[in-house]
């Protein structure tokens, strides 16, 4: 299990996955019970949203390292084919590796979102008090944020 410092961004030592509620069920109904047992509940949830850099191949090996001796590893990766994510590192599965989600021409409620999610952290608010804000998932802050990193012209959040 990895427990690493605070990234250099800021960003707090949120988990990966939300705290489940006793039943672990998702708000769609769906089941997360195997979340319960991620490998990286205590990691730093930057370490499996790389930036990109000269460290990034270090940072997904050391990611990838975890997720090998996770022992929900292929829910995990069928949880993030099965919600197409875009961005970020699940299952040992990075999003290069991950088959490419349908276009969707409902982005609208994304961007307004992300475009709440920018301003917070702009304000200065961490993934975690985003979220909880939010009410979203910590995953969706730092996928929003990765998706910001990733338009033509961003600049480091
Ligand atoms: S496979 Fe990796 S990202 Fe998925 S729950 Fe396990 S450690 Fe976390």
Do not use: Y
């Not at 979340?35 to 997904?60: M, V």
């Not at 985003?130 to 959040?157: F, Y």
């Amino acid at each position: 299990m990895v427990t690493r410092p605070l990234s250099a961004r800021g960003l707090t030592a949120a988990r990966p996955f939300p705290a489940l509620d006793p039943a672990g069920i998702g708000r769609d109904g769906e089941d997360l019970t195997w979340q319960r047992d991620a490998a990286c509940r205590d990691a730093d949830p930057a370490l499996f949203f790389p930036e990109r850099g000269t460290a990034i191949h270090r940072t997904i090996a050391a990611a990838r390292q975890v997720c090998a001796a996770c022992p929900v590893a292929a829910d995990c990766r069928a949880f993030a084919r099965r919600h197409h994510e875009r961005f970020g590192i699940w299952g040992g599965e990075t999003e290069q590796a991950r088959p490419r989600p349908p276009r969707s021409r409902g982005t609208r409620p994304r961007r307004d979102r992300d475009a709440r999610i920018a301003r917070l952290t702009r304000e200065g608010l961490t993934a975690e008090e985003i979220a909880a804000r939010l009410d979203i998932n910590p995953r969706t802050v730092h996928r929003a944020r990765a998706r910001q990193r990733s338009e033509p012209g961003a600049t480091a959040a």
